[in-house]
């Protein structure tokens, strides 16, 4: 034999000795036969153009073995599958010579040389093409063999992007209203990165936990987008209504005193609140009310707090505090005494600086004068033209105002007509 086709011939045998494939005895030994036999050199390409032939068919029946050999595993549907490792045999010939030929009726699927071969066998019913004492023996080598757990089974970790909120306050994330401080955070983001949120009003942040406070009330879109510094990869979440913000209410009131100048000062207070649904009243003295307006007199001097607190349905609160002042006459310096139709009645208090004030006369529990101007006093002429007599006396209140602190101060006294 020449020694170009012995080469050749050494190769190919190589090469099948490294393919999967089921065969049948007799169609190995008679390529075998064929091989063996002393080829001219002149037909060397002919050999290689059966060697190519015989590569392809080899190529394409282990491509419809695996394949179809898989496809038949997963046939078998709910039944059990039990793991076998087989150490693995480089010569086949000698594998099939070791088991009998009755033994394996399937060919295995064998990996690389240096690895060792798993076989998937059902355990719930017998293996069709499996027969004989050729599986005893091969079930008893597999005994021997340690088991090796398939590595295939691994549940990866998820790293798909996680939005949350909370507050400061402890509010729960569906009764959110306008003006509280929400702060955002992302999980599942990387160690490294850059972030962007979108708040869905208009507002962004860079930030990876960023705080936020809704002014308008409303249903928004949330969405962040991450970049991983290491490798460039962009992560983009988008929460489509992922937060409502629902309306916070709003504490406010004015008040304005409604009592007679016999009586003790008498405040009403007008409740102005917004979006609010509870209410409580707090005063200097520790008393409350939870009316929605409540009428309040008081008997002491000084300065008077009145606090309201607010809320509504959602848990949402605010807070509204004012001073009122109650003061004797002798603070705006007002004559006990003047003369009717020859001068006229006005607190030396009020005659300086420009001040904000309303001036009342009373007859008893009727106002018979009123006033805001400081150059128009009271000369003692009655609703009816008539002038007041000598020695009567008239009460009088006056309320001061001061629009940039929203406070009042509350004056009352009694003034006499000269006889």
Known sequence: ?????EDFEQKLRDSFEHYELPYMPSSWASLERRLDKNIPRDKSRWVAGIAAVVLVA????AF????????????????SVRFENIQHTTNLHEYQSEQGSDSISEPLMLNSPTLTKTEYTNTSAATPGLSGTGVAQRDAQVASVPSVPPSNFETKKSTELMLGVKTDAGVKPDRICTGIEVIFDVTNGPQEGSYLWNFGDGNFSNQPNPRHKYTKPGVYDVSIS??????GHIQTKVMDDFITIHPSPTAKFEWQFINGALEEPT?????????ASKYLWKFEDGSTSKAISPVRSYSDKGKQIIALEV????????KEMKVITINKDYNLMAPERFSASKETFMPEGLKQGKLDFRLTIYNGEKAIFDTTNNNKGWDGTLPDGSVAAPGSQYPWIVIISNETTKEEKYFSGLVTVNP
């Not at 034999?1 to 086709?5: D, E, K, R, V």
């Not at 809320?311 to 605010?318: A, H, K, R």
């Open 1 to 5: 034999m020449s020694p170009i086709n």
């Open 58 to 61: 080899i190529g394409a029946g």
């Open 64 to 79: 419809y073995y695996i394949y179809g050999r898989q496809a038949t595993l997963a046939s078998a549907g709910s039944k």
């Open 226 to 231: 991450v970049t991983n510094k290491k490798d």
């Open 267 to 275: 405040v009403k207070i007008i409740n102005t609140s917004d979006n």
């Open 311 to 318: 809320s509504n349905e959602y848990g949402c609160t605010d």
